[in-house]
């Protein structure tokens, strides 16, 4: 009935989150409100944990795709279940830090870093840098050269695998502009460059081959690709490349078209081929990380808002319009994504209406989503959407000088702020 695990309908008739009635959060907290099942998210951490530990003996790593969620709170719980992070900018790495995560363990990512990201890269230790091209290795060299320091790198390939997702999320082929291309020999002259440089540590290679993916192979041949391209290193030039990043993109459901495959058979297959592949070309099993967002924190969150008016508009559609929208969630205008959405106040009723879902800002584009069956929906009501914990806060805008919305973890049947919601003077503070 729901597409998260997590999401109930109690004696009331309304949606409960984690066990927590979502109307009296509505209205504890206001509205929109981006709510977040802490032990849903917990669950993930371990269901992915356990199947690294189990399927590669214990030499693997999951790192946390912080883009997808980012907040002190989120790293603190990734840091409890012994998860690493992947970060993309210096604001994400600086949440990292202030944390308290433990830099070892962080991948640091991003196809055009600043000297500045660089450097505080450097002084904090990063585990893994993962350089996207020859100019950032030489400048990284530098920089670390100048802080007498080595720094440890992974390299991004691009393994030429197409996805089957959406043309916009989709980055393993080779018109992307992530990585180093292994077709034209780029990749192999970065190698060998980067064994050259004295402050420059080669520890890995790493890809990502998109997102909302919901097939094993796209995953087990793009394993594939790269350990044939480290057995390719280790010939050519004697190196051994010991750790594989294999990057993020487990599909979740959104909608109850959505299939997902469950972690443990993905870990299982491709475990499976890496150490096939690891014989075949008799080389060693390297050390593999794994860098999950979506599916980590997607189906842990949901977004409430409170309805203001229904528009019927006869022979054409019927616009149910919300105190939020593309500020608070602008995936479908981005790429027409899917939600499931429901009237929380009328979660039993039967979904007998077809509505145009529209947030408040002042574009005609500004929709949640169009054909969405929902209960039948009047002012006041508290309308929720399903499967937004990933890239929606995280890709939360201030356009129209909308002030981001509060999120709020629950737990244990109790519930938490843990970023609050932006004041007017929020909206202010950065203007002369
Ligand atoms: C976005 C991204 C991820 C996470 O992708 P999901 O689809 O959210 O799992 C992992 N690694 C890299 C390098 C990314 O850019």
């Given amino acids: 009935m729901f597409v998260s695990e997590n999401l109930n309908v109690n004696e009331k008739g309304n949606l409960t989150i984690g066990g927590v009635d979502t109307v009296e959060l509505a209205k504890e907290y206001g509205t929109p409100l981006y709510v977040m099942d802490e032990e849903l998210i917990r669950k993930h951490c371990r269901s992915f944990k356990n199947s690294i530990d189990k399927f590669y003996g214990g030499k693997g790593l999951v790192c946390?795709?912080?883009?997808?969620?980012?907040?002190?709170?989120?790293?603190?719980?990734?840091?409890?279940?012994?998860?690493?992070?992947?970060?993309?900018?210096?604001?994400?790495?600086?949440?990292?830090?202030?944390?308290?995560?433990?830099?070892?363990?962080?991948?640091?990512?991003?196809?055009?870093?600043?000297?500045?990201?660089?450097?505080?890269?450097?002084?904090?230790?990063?585990?893994?840098?993962?350089?996207?091209?020859?100019?950032?290795?030489?400048?990284?060299?530098?920089?670390?050269?100048?802080?007498?320091?080595?720094?440890?790198?992974?390299?991004?390939?691009?393994?030429?695998?197409?996805?089957?997702?959406?043309?916009?999320?989709?980055?393993?082929?080779?018109?992307?502009?992530?990585?180093?291309?292994?077709?034209?020999?780029?990749?192999?002259?970065?190698?060998?460059?980067?064994?050259?440089c004295k402050n420059i540590h080669l520890k890995g290679l790493h890809c990502h081959i998109g997102s909302q993916i919901f097939d094993i192979d796209p995953f087990v041949e793009a394993a594939k690709v790269m350990l044939k391209f480290i057995a390719d290193i280790k010939k050519s030039t004697g190196f051994t490349v010991?750790?594989?990043?294999?990057?993020?993109?487990?599909?979740?459901?959104?909608?109850?078209?959505?299939?997902?495959?469950?972690?443990?058979n993905y870990m299982e297959k491709v475990s499976a081929a890496v150490a096939d592949t690891c014989s075949e070309y008799g080389i060693e099993q390297p050390f593999i990380l794994i860098e999950p967002g979506r599916s980590m924190a997607g189906p842990a969150g949901i977004t409430l808002y409170t309805c203001g008016g229904v528009k019927h508009i006869p022979g054409i559609r019927t616009y149910v319009s919300v105190d939020g929208g593309m500020t608070d969630n602008p995936r479908y205008a981005l790429y027409q994504s899917k939600y499931d959405a429901l009237v929380?106040?009328?979660?039993?009723?039967?979904?007998?209406?077809?509505?145009?879902?529209?947030?408040?800002?002042?574009?005609?584009?500004?929709?949640?989503?169009?054909?969405?069956?929902?209960?039948?929906?009047?002012?006041?009501?508290?309308?929720?959407?399903?499967?937004?914990?990933?890239?929606?806060?995280?890709?939360?805008?201030?356009?129209?000088?909308?002030?981001?919305?509060?999120?709020?973890?629950?737990?244990?049947?109790?519930?938490?702020?843990?970023?609050?919601?932006?004041?007017?003077?929020?909206?202010?503070?950065?203007?002369?």
Avoid at 245 to 252: E, K, P, R, S
Avoid at 350 to 378: F, N, R, W, Y
């Fill in 64 to 196: 946390y795709a912080s883009k997808s969620f980012c907040c002190l709170e989120m790293c603190r719980v990734m840091k409890d279940e012994g998860i690493g992070l992947d970060v993309v900018s210096i604001g994400e790495l600086y949440t990292a830090v202030k944390a308290g995560a433990d830099c070892e363990n962080i991948c640091f990512h991003g196809n055009n870093k600043t000297d500045e990201e660089l450097e505080y890269a450097v002084d904090m230790k990063v585990g893994r840098i993962i350089v996207d091209n020859i100019f950032e290795l030489e400048r990284l060299d530098r920089i670390s050269k100048e802080k007498g320091t080595v720094a440890n790198i992974m390299f991004r390939i691009k393994p030429g695998i197409d996805a089957h997702t959406h043309d916009f999320v989709r980055t393993g082929q080779i018109d992307s502009k992530f990585g180093f291309a292994l077709e034209t020999g780029e990749a192999m002259e970065a190698v060998n460059k980067a064994i050259s």
């Fill in 242 to 264: 010991s750790e594989l990043n294999l990057g993020g993109g487990f599909g979740i459901m959104y909608t109850e078209n959505d299939d997902p495959v469950p972690y443990e």
């Fill in 344 to 432: 929380a106040n009328k979660a039993s009723q039967p979904k007998d209406s077809v509505v145009t879902i529209a947030g408040k800002c002042c574009e005609s584009g500004d929709l949640i989503g169009e054909g969405m069956s929902i209960q039948e929906a009047a002012p006041g009501d508290i309308i929720a959407v399903c499967a937004t914990g990933a890239y929606n806060y995280s890709m939360a805008s201030n356009y129209n000088r909308v002030g981001k919305p509060a999120v709020v973890f629950v737990k244990d049947g109790g519930s938490k702020v843990v970023v609050k919601r932006e004041t007017l003077d929020d909206i202010i503070r950065n203007d002369i």
